[in-house]
């Protein structure tokens, strides 16, 4: 069955750091692999995915992510995070089907940015 | 740019009473799908939707729930007697043109009360 898993529940970054936030999935074919963006009370964001092709992905807002399938993972970086940047981040794995398609999505990590 | 709209914002109704949540999809989509979040959890499909029938459901989505399009460009999620437990966000997304499509676009979502 195919899960994903988000290893932190939550992360301080300082404003100007770089950020990692880590994600593993289990899929038995060719993953397409996402990461959304969730502000307090608001929806979601697609940053970016990854369907096939060059495994570094670049997505909005200086996102980008790096898909290794040795590890199974698909790991979101940003090189110099800002405030507006605190929210609560979702790595997902989409399964496609025959009538659409699936998104799992994991527990999510909440980024906090101290001044 | 095309996007995925929910009426209302927010619902707040009383247990045991009946709610329909409306959804927009963009126009030339084809798949059409739930997805529901608890407050702090992680977002879950509930049901997926295609040629007017319903392609693939959770083990969430009980004999409550329902899902229609009435009319060729609303699509509706109806919980026929609501619980306490049914409280959360819930997502309406769509995706496709044609064949198969790997990109889910979410809408806002419709934050239910249930009291």
């Known amino acids: 069955a195919q899960s994903v898993t988000q290893p932190d529940i939550h992360i301080t970054v300082s404003e100007g750091a770089s950020l990692e936030l880590r994600c593993n999935y289990s899929?038995?074919?060719?993953?397409?692999l996402f990461w959304y963006v969730q502000s307090p009370g608001q929806g979601l964001q697609l940053l970016l995915k990854y369907f096939s092709g060059d495994t570094l992905v670049q997505g909005i807002k200086g996102f980008e992510a790096e898909f290794k399938r040795s590890q199974s993972s698909f790991n979101l970086r940003k090189p110099s995070v800002h405030w507006s940047d605190a929210a609560e981040y979702f790595c997902?794995?989409?399964?496609?089907?025959?009538?659409?398609?699936?998104?799992?999505f994991g527990a999510g990590t909440r980024l906090f940015v101290k001044a | 740019e095309p996007e995925v709209t929910q009426t209302p914002s927010h619902q707040v109704t009383q247990m045991g009473q009946e709610v329909i949540l409306r959804c927009v999809p963009i126009s030339n989509h084809l798949y059409f799908y739930w997805y529901r979040q608890i407050l702090g959890q992680k977002v879950e499909f509930l049901v997926s939707?295609?040629?007017?029938?319903?392609?693939?459901k959770s083990e969430i989505f009980d004999d409550q729930f329902s899902v229609e399009r009435p009319d060729g460009s609303n699509f509706t999620l109806k919980i026929r007697s609501t619980k306490l437990e049914d409280s959360a966000m819930y997502f309406c997304?769509?995706?496709?043109?044609?064949?198969?499509?790997?990109?889910?676009?979410f809408g806002p979502g419709t934050r239910l009360t249930v009291t």
């Open positions: 899929y038995g074919a060719t993953p397409y």
């Open positions: 939707f295609y040629n007017n029938e319903i392609s693939e």
């Open positions: 997902a794995v989409g399964a496609p089907r025959a009538g659409g398609f699936k998104t799992i």
């Open positions: 997304a769509s995706s496709g043109t044609s064949g198969l499509s790997y990109e889910q676009y």
